[in-house]
């Protein structure tokens, strides 16, 4: 059986509705303020395409949905202006279903060419905040300048889907490779979008953990010769930190004495602790200790835990557990209740690690266990398996090591964490 919607016209609708309805034409005149004559040729065809103005208060009286009216009329119609406003309406009622169709609709107009039609869609998008909205014309964008060889409008399409999709972060993976599949088109952005691009997606390696891919595109960043701005500045130090995990560092101390320039609140606060953390790295622990101790009294709230999680690795190093003991009594002190960034969650569940191990070592398993589960729910909430994988194997070790039996309700515990946390993964 074929369905209706597919070849009913505007005006079989509007006839097979009143006449369902029992209404007269003259009844639907009187309450539309339509003239009898208009209604008739709109149901007998004779009026081919309708102004929305004028369906809009038949459909209201006659219970017609909107989306069925457009649906209708977007068959016949190729006006340019009348395809633009079943293009706001469907935006004003978030049909995406119905989007989607008239913008394809829309790009298929032959009243004017390719490049205008993508760049009036692409402007439409830009203004409208409604995220669903942005994403859906973004890759119907995509989809057509990639189907009809343009690829300016593959390039900022691309770029403005990464930029929105980059912010979801249980979903950083997929949107790097949104950000990869970019990079192919890079040359058709602007100067400006270019540089935007390069040192946010330096930023997003550097937030999993892709350290050399970090410090490819922070460098092509800095080729464009750019101004200091404060993004430039983090994605510069997303490459130093990226370095300092790679132990390259002569590197690490060349590029901070090029961003200890930068004119940005948080530059010396991070030069001071990266320095730190270079002593610290390199085992020179009797000048990386006070260094650090020093970081921990004078940085800013965001960054103690940061430094703190460096001290807990060289105390366990030295195995200094009264000094361990001493900086877990400034928890409150360090922690964040309001994590922004993929690096602060896992941060905070580093801190949790940390502080369950020392409790399993100095014989309190149950607060070491509660830890150790509030360091898992953390690495969860943006979907860090490598640290999810690593925590669970040392709780296991820990528990080996110390002869322990594991309660059944406990496995339970990280089996639900763990397992739900890899599912989504896949």
Same mark, same amino acid.
């Given at each position: 059986m074929v369905d209706s919607k597919t070849t009913q016209t505007i005006g079989e609708l509007i006839r097979a509705k009143r006449t369902e309805l029992g209404i007269s034409l003259s009844e639907v005149s009187r309450v539309t303020g339509v003239s009898k004559g208009v209604i008739s040729k709109i149901e007998s065809g004779e009026t081919k395409r309708p102004e929305l103005r004028t369906l809009k208060p038949i459909a209201d009286v006659l219970e017609i949905p909107c989306e069925e009216i457009i649906e209708c009329c977007i068959e016949m119609e190729q006006r340019v202006?009348?395809?633009?406003?079943?293009?706001?309406?469907?935006?004003?009622?978030?049909?995406l279903s119905l989007l989607t169709k008239v913008a394809n609709k829309f790009l298929e107009s032959p009243q004017e060419d390719t490049y205008t039609l993508l760049e009036h869609l692409y402007q439409l998008a830009n203004k409208n905040m409604n995220t669903d909205i942005r994403l859906t014309l973004y890759n119907i964008i995509i989809t057509y300048a990639r189907g009809h060889g343009v690829p300016m409008y593959i390039a900022k399409g691309l770029y403005q889907k990464y930029l929105i999709e980059r912010e979801d972060l249980k979903?950083?993976?997929?949107?790097?490779?949104?950000?990869?599949?970019?990079?192919?088109y890079v040359d058709f952005l602007s100067d400006e979008e270019k540089i935007t691009f390069y040192f946010r997606m330096t930023l997003h390696a550097h937030n999993t953990k892709k350290f050399a891919e970090c410090i490819e595109l922070c460098k092509l960043g800095l080729k464009e010769g750019t101004p200091g701005t404060e993004l430039k500045a983090r994605a510069h130090l997303a490459m130093i930190?990226?370095?300092?995990?790679?132990?390259?560092?002569?590197?690490?101390?060349?590029?901070?004495?090029?961003?200890?320039?930068?004119?940005?609140?948080?530059?010396?606060?991070?030069? /001071?602790?990266?320095?730190?953390?270079? /002593?610290a790295k390199t085992k020179q622990f009797d000048i990386a200790i006070p260094m650090l101790k020093d970081c921990l009294a004078e940085v800013s709230k965001d960054l103690k835990i940061h430094v703190a999680n460096e001290l807990f690795d060289v105390y366990f190093q030295t195995s200094d557990m009264n000094s361990i003991a001493e900086l877990l009594t400034k928890e409150e002190e360090c922690m964040l209740h309001h994590p922004q960034t993929p690096y602060q969650h896992i941060s905070i569940g580093t801190f949790y690690q940390f502080k369950?191990?020392?409790?399993?070592?100095?014989?309190?398993?149950?607060?070491?266990?509660?830890?150790?589960?509030?360091?898992?729910?953390?690495? /969860?909430?943006?979907?860090?398996?490598?640290?999810?994988?690593?925590?669970?194997?040392?709780?296991?070790?820990?528990?080996? /090591?110390?002869?322990?039996?594991?309660?059944?309700?406990y496995v339970k515990r990280l089996n639900e964490v763990y397992n739900g946390a890899v599912r989504k993964k896949w």
């Amino acid at each position: 059986m074929v369905d209706s919607k597919t070849t009913q016209t505007i005006g079989e609708l509007i006839r097979a509705k009143r006449t369902e309805l029992g209404i007269s034409l003259s009844e639907v005149s009187r309450v539309t303020g339509v003239s009898k004559g208009v209604i008739s040729k709109i149901e007998s065809g004779e009026t081919k395409r309708p102004e929305l103005r004028t369906l809009k208060p038949i459909a209201d009286v006659l219970e017609i949905p909107c989306e069925e009216i457009i649906e209708c009329c977007i068959e016949m119609e190729q006006r340019v202006s009348v395809l633009d406003v079943f293009l706001s309406e469907s935006i004003e009622i978030s049909n995406l279903s119905l989007l989607t169709k008239v913008a394809n609709k829309f790009l298929e107009s032959p009243q004017e060419d390719t490049y205008t039609l993508l760049e009036h869609l692409y402007q439409l998008a830009n203004k409208n905040m409604n995220t669903d909205i942005r994403l859906t014309l973004y890759n119907i964008i995509i989809t057509y300048a990639r189907g009809h060889g343009v690829p300016m409008y593959i390039a900022k399409g691309l770029y403005q889907k990464y930029l929105i999709e980059r912010e979801d972060l249980k979903r950083l993976e997929e949107s790097f490779r949104v950000g990869e599949e970019s990079l192919y088109y890079v040359d058709f952005l602007s100067d400006e979008e270019k540089i935007t691009f390069y040192f946010r997606m330096t930023l997003h390696a550097h937030n999993t953990k892709k350290f050399a891919e970090c410090i490819e595109l922070c460098k092509l960043g800095l080729k464009e010769g750019t101004p200091g701005t404060e993004l430039k500045a983090r994605a510069h130090l997303a490459m130093i930190n990226s370095l300092l995990f790679l132990e390259n560092y002569d590197e690490v101390e060349h590029h901070l004495d090029v961003f200890e320039q930068y004119p940005y609140h948080f530059v010396p606060d991070a030069t /001071k602790i990266t320095r730190a953390i270079v /002593k610290a790295k390199t085992k020179q622990f009797d000048i990386a200790i006070p260094m650090l101790k020093d970081c921990l009294a004078e940085v800013s709230k965001d960054l103690k835990i940061h430094v703190a999680n460096e001290l807990f690795d060289v105390y366990f190093q030295t195995s200094d557990m009264n000094s361990i003991a001493e900086l877990l009594t400034k928890e409150e002190e360090c922690m964040l209740h309001h994590p922004q960034t993929p690096y602060q969650h896992i941060s905070i569940g580093t801190f949790y690690q940390f502080k369950g191990n020392f409790m399993m070592e100095s014989g309190f398993p149950e607060q070491g266990k509660e830890s150790y589960l509030l360091s898992l729910g953390t690495f /969860k909430k943006v979907n860090a398996y490598q640290e999810l994988t690593e925590c669970m194997k040392h709780i296991f070790e820990y528990f080996a /090591k110390n002869l322990m039996s594991v309660d059944i309700e406990y496995v339970k515990r990280l089996n639900e964490v763990y397992n739900g946390a890899v599912r989504k993964k896949w």
